[in-house]
């Protein structure tokens, strides 16, 4: 009983969270509310409670779990290896990412917008630890003359608008290239033409 009991929670817990992820990524946390994370989950409200005591919580829950995979792109830059295939890898894993996890994307989006009330600490902590890291690797790179100079830290925000674009404004691009388009197919090939002439000079 206590197994079953246990899976039972874990599934439910799960469900809260995919019902959670679809919610704050359409309506935001604003137009999000108990009663339709509830809906979306399938469950009672007071079922819902049980698991997460408010909507912050869930809320919550959801963007510690994205934080950490919306970080790994960016951790397995390797500084010994080939700079242009480096950062080319980066370029596709951070779309690749937007192309897979859409709803984190704009879930992470719609956060920074509101300032970041929740997120602010980790970006101002781990973040910028990791970006500061991986700046130094790419200006070690530029400083040996093995990729074109620019500011690193900028390079890396380049890096995140231009691939999150697709996901956080589908809307948008859906709209501007048709139906018939992938999108992601050609914005790949488009980004990876683009980096290699600025890293190349």
């Known amino acids: ?19 959670g ?11 999000a509310t108990l009663d339709g994370l509830a809906n979306a989950a399938g469950l009672s409200k007071p079922n819902l409670l049980y698991y997460f005591p408010s909507k912050e919580a869930v809320y919550l829950a959801l ?14 830059l390797d500084p010994d290896g080939d700079p242009v295939v480096e950062f080319l890898a980066y370029v596709r894993r951070k779309l690749h990412l937007a192309r897979d996890y ?3 994307s704009r879930l992470f989006a ?16 781990d973040l910028r630890k990791l970006v500061d890291a991986q700046a ?13 100079p620019s500011e690193p830290h900028h390079l890396i925000m380049s890096v ?21 388009r992938d999108p992601w197919e050609e914005a790949e090939a488009h980004l990876t033409t683009m980096f290699t002439r600025m890293l190349t000079g």
């Open 102 to 104: 859409p709803r984190e």
């Open 110 to 125: 719609g956060e920074v917008l509101r300032g970041a009330p929740v997120l602010a600490p980790e970006l101002s902590g």
């Open 136 to 148: 130094r690797v790419i200006s070690g790179w530029m400083a040996a003359g093995r990729i074109a």
């Open 21 to 31: 992820l679809e919610v704050f990524s359409v309506e935001g946390f604003a137009g």
């Open 160 to 180: 995140w608008a231009l691939t999150q674009h697709y996901a956080d404004f589908a809307v948008q691009v859906s709209a501007v290239l048709g139906d018939t």
């Open 63 to 76: 963007l510690e779990r994205l934080l950490d995979t919306w970080l790994d792109p960016l951790r397995v």
């Open 1 to 19: 009983m206590v197994n079953d009991d246990t899976r039972i929670q874990r599934d439910r817990r799960a469900r809260i969270l995919e019902a």
